[in-house]
């Protein structure tokens, strides 16, 4: 699944070592007595203090913080800038350790200007790359940052100051699947870790491109990259890095289907976490584990797992995957069949990733996987009624990442469609070549070859012409012109906000009873009478109809075109219907009513749908008036208060045309006052 690629990456960004020197092996109690034996208050004392905070700041980050508070004391009483600085971006690195990206940011902003002050560009890039590092900034300023310390380390010809933007931007890239500017992100950086044999440059590296070749399912190359990815870093201090990359082994093997081998790096991850001081990713890896295991129908072990992962996150405050450990733990009891206990941890874990769905990436990724297991459970224990509502929510969630992805995808499309031109424009150059090169006996022959060519190419674009007309034509029928004509226009998403506008849903009382007496062809019969009747009158007071749901007419007025008379045009709409409507009869001699209902606010109107196109509209205005419709009564038009104070604002002569319902419990809305319009 996609979303544990974006969670791995988020850990690696959060806890991976970006410090130079990822495999010389320091002795940091050895470094600690060392300075403890130091007595002289001079900038070798503070070079000690700054080694020290750097072998620290990933796996001892408290520690590191007090040291780096330390180094910025001594640095002010000698008053020197550089170590101060260097102290600054250590405090910050230390902090991002704890995700406590505040105040990360906050030290690496104090870098920043003291490096602008002593005018230290090198200095300033290390700053600006501690910044797009950190989660504090939202991905627009990250990316920005990023590229803004390309072109300053460009700038000043410090080649090694680009390395970890270029990994940053490979991170943004990956999360946002654009696939080839991740993939020429991660080549720049490497190049420049191999030019310069930087060990952090090349970990990383390593690292993100197993997790490429994982993605892209090529096993063979990940597992290579990634076990070089391990040797860089084995004998090194930084043990939590090292029990990541194990990590990154179980992960790999377990996309791979290698169960086995998932589960031994899993645990040697966990393992060796578990003697760490700051366990920082310990909970990541009981999830995993897990996984494997309930693959294996391991599912008591696998619970163990993901209640040790509880204990965990709790205490590390790592409260950005809470969900997903509930989600795995109510998928786990789902498959053992305890059904009500798994809709405990499922609804759960639906509360919590629905309030982080635009701050966590990986969020849209679970949220699907959340509802349909949820959905099941309740047709497990009968609730069939919320299980559908739940179905068709996780359904429209669906429809929606799609079509974000589709855009996120275009950019890649694009350049490989400019390639595939580029190439074929040089075949046609070559075979010109080749045709003018013929002898010229043959020309008479490839003439009419050509002039034949010319006959047939006339004859297609003429059908294709036609074809064409007819497909905008049908275009026409399903989407109102304007979004016709952008759609046409290769608009990717379409979706407009409108601060007003006024919706109408028509609904035929009785018609399940009508319908189960009657042919199905006198009910579609019947259906179409009625809906080309409503159509004629919308079409009279411009309004746009969205969609029939089986006896149910929906319309709209202000979109996709604004207007400021929505509320009238909508009213007059309603009230024509009843008048032509009233005592309507069937063919049978069945009579028939209609309840209609009214609200206006605000909306969002898109396109959704790939091959089959629909124009629909979303929000409260819309359930609203649906819920006026049905609460309704048979002959009458229920608004809502909002749409009769409109109406009386735009002309007061609608004043005497409400009659007051008065209070109703509407259903997802609560007490209502609404009113009926004669």
């Known amino acids: 699944m996609k979303n544990s690629f974006l969670l791995l990456l988020c850990f690696l960004v959060v806890f991976v070592n970006p410090a130079p020197a990822i495999n010389v092996k320091l002795n940091i109690e050895s470094l600690i007595r060392d300075l ?30 007090k040291f780096s508070d330390n180094a910025i004391i001594l640095s002010k009483k000698l008053k020197m800038k550089r170590p101060e600085i260097l102290a600054y971006l250590k405090k910050g690195y230390s902090y991002h350790t704890l995700r406590d990206f505040d105040s990360a940011d906050t030290y690496f902003q104090k870098a920043l200007q003291l490096s602008r002050n002593i005018k230290d560009k090198f200095l300033e890039v290390d700053s600006y790359n501690g910044i797009c590092w950190n989660f504090n900034q939202d991905i627009q300023t990250r990316t920005e940052t990023a590229l803004r310390s390309i072109r300053l380390a460009d700038s000043i010809r410090y080649e090694l100051g680009k390395m970890q933007p270029y990994i940053t931007l490979f991170y943004i890239f990956f999360g946002q699947n654009n696939i080839s500017k991740a993939q020429e992100s991660i080549y720049k950086s490497l190049f420049i870790a191999e030019k310069y044999q930087n060990n952090f440059g090349l970990y990383h590296n390593y690292t993100n491109l197993g997790i490429l070749y994982d993605y892209q399912k090529l096993y063979s190359k990940s597992e290579e990259i990634t076990l070089k990815a391990l040797q860089h870093v084995k004998n090194s201090n930084d043990l939590r890095t090292v029990a990541n990359t194990y990590n990154n082994l179980g992960e790999l093997y377990n996309h791979w289907g290698k169960d086995e081998q998932a589960y031994f790096y899993y645990t040697k991850a966990i393992d060796l976490m578990e003697r760490q001081t700051y366990k920082g990713t310990l909970s990541l890896y009981y999830i995993n584990r897990s996984e494997v295991l309930k693959r294996l129908k391991r599912f008591e072990e696998a619970l163990r797992d993901l209640k040790k992962a509880g204990r965990s996150y709790i205490t590390m405050n790592q409260t950005d995957i809470d969900f997903q450990n509930l989600f795995n733990m109510g998928d786990i009891y789902f498959r053992m069949g305890k059904y009500k206990l798994a809709i405990i941890y499922l609804e759960e874990a639906k509360q919590i990733c629905s309030k982080q769905l635009k701050t966590n990436f990986n969020c849209p990724m679970y949220i699907v996987p959340i509802l349909e297991t949820l959905a099941k459970c309740y047709e497990k224990t009968n609730n069939f009624k919320k299980s559908n509502v739940i179905l068709w929510i996780s359904s429209v969630i669906k429809d929606t990442l799609f079509e974000m992805n589709k855009t996120k995808y275009s950019l890649e499309f694009g350049e490989k469609y400019q390639a595939e031109k580029k190439e074929k424009e040089n075949q046609i150059l070559k075979q010109k070549n080749e045709i003018q090169n013929l ?27 036609k074809e064409r007309k007819k497909s905008e034509k049908l275009l026409l029928n399903i989407l109102p012109k304007k979004i016709a004509k952008r759609l046409k226009g290769k608009e990717k998403i379409i979706a407009d906000h409108f601060e007003e506008a006024s919706v109408i849903f028509i609904d035929i009382e009785n018609f399940t009873t009508m319908s189960a007496a009657s042919s199905p062809q006198n009910v579609v019969k019947e259906l179409n009478k009625i809906f080309t009747t409503f159509d004629h009158i919308a079409s009279k007071y411009g309004i746009e109809k969205i969609k029939t749901i089986g006896d149910c007419y929906m319309a709209a007025a202000g979109i996709p075109e604004r207007r400021t008379d929505h509320a009238d045009s909508i009213a007059q709409m309603a009230k024509e219907i009843i008048k032509t409507m009233k005592d309507y009869k069937t063919e049978d001699g069945v009579e028939i009513k209609f309840r209609i209902g009214m609200d206006c606010g605000p909306v969002v109107a898109g396109v959704i749908g790939e091959q089959k196109f629909i124009y629909d509209l979303w929000g409260d205005t819309v359930n609203t008036a649906s819920r006026m419709e049905s609460h309704g009564v048979a002959g009458k038009i229920q608004v809502t208060e909002r749409l009769k104070n409109k109406l009386i604002f735009n002309n007061e002569e609608w004043k005497m045309k409400f009659e007051e319902r008065g209070e109703l419990e509407i259903k997802g809305k609560g007490k209502m006052i609404t009113w009926f319009l004669n």
């Open 439 to 465: 002898e010229i006996g043959r020309r008479s022959l490839i003439s009419y070859i050509l002039g034949s060519g010319f006959f047939v190419i006339i004859l297609i674009a003429s059908f294709l012409f």
């Open 36 to 65: 403890q034996n130091y007595k002289k208050e001079d900038s070798t004392k503070l070079s000690k203090m700054l080694t020290i905070a750097h072998e620290m700041m990933f796996s001892r980050p408290v520690e590191a913080i």
